[in-house]
């Protein structure tokens, strides 16, 4: 296998590959009220939409129910109201790599896989 990416996109599957690594060995406390998933493709791209109306693509680490780890170009400050996809939500923390969004509304998983990857 050969992954053909930038250093960035690089940096961030390391990331996300080391944080699996731990949560899967108990080394890091699930505290989430719905349960993670990834979407299919390793690099699961989607896009960030701004306040402002300024579109940028991001990395999704993973999502549930009520909200999405990213990571992007940028970082918004904590509490900036943005969409994932088609998905609006508050970015609620900083990551190593990231943020996380929690959403304004809880949905059903598949919804939130097809609006959050949705073209």
Known sequence: MRIVATAEERKRLATKI???????????????????????????FSTILLADGAVRSCLVIDFSASGAAVSADIV??????????????????????????????????????RLVFSK
């Open 18 to 44: 080391e944080w699996y690594d731990k949560y899967r060995n108990f080394e890091v406390p699930d505290r989430r009220t719905h349960p993670r998933s990834s979407a299919d493709s390793p690099f699961s």
């Open 76 to 113: 918004p400050e904590i509490g900036t109201v943005l969409a994932v996809g088609k998905v609006i939500g508050r970015v609620n923390r900083h990551l190593p790599g990231g943020f996380a969004v929690g959403f304004v509304d809880a949905h059903e998983l598949q919804a939130v896989e």
